[in-house]
């Protein structure tokens, strides 16, 4: 089962077009990615949005068969922390944060979203 990098965009958004083109290149280098772009202008694209409480736009959240969260990235990471994100969510690696876990990575796990600023 390969990781997915929803990628979450706004048609009015500068920097979304980057995000979706470096989810897209991953890809593009891996068989174990697929991507979806979600646009908050459509109605499934805003309930999705609203449903893990993405506020700003682009937002990239990760998940996989073996990380029980999704791993959420705002704004167009860096192409290391979306591979980082990619092999957690894949049982490649274990993230930094859940080594030092501590009181707001676990009340971000209460929501099952994991963010990284």
Same mark, same amino acid.
């Given at each position: 089962m390969p990781a997915t990098i929803e990628v979450f965009t706004s048609p009015t958004c500068p920097h979304c077009p980057s995000a979706v083109k470096l989810a897209k290149e991953l890809a593009k280098e891996r068989d174990d990615i697929r991507v979806i772009e979600s646009s908050t202008v459509t109605a499934q694209g805003q309930k999705r949005a609203q449903k893990y409480g993405i506020m700003t736009v682009p937002t990239v959240l990760v998940s996989g068969p073996s990380h029980p969260?999704?791993? =959420? !990235?705002?704004?167009?990471?860096?192409?290391?922390?979306?591979?980082?994100?990619?092999?957690?969510?894949? =049982? !490649?690696?274990v993230l930094e944060e859940e080594k030092r876990e501590g009181f707001f990575s676990k009340l971000l796990k209460k929501f099952n979203i994991k963010v990284k600023v």
């Open positions: 969260q999704k791993i =959420g !990235l705002q704004g167009t990471p860096p192409k290391s922390s979306l591979i980082k994100a990619v092999e957690a969510s894949l =049982g !490649l690696r």
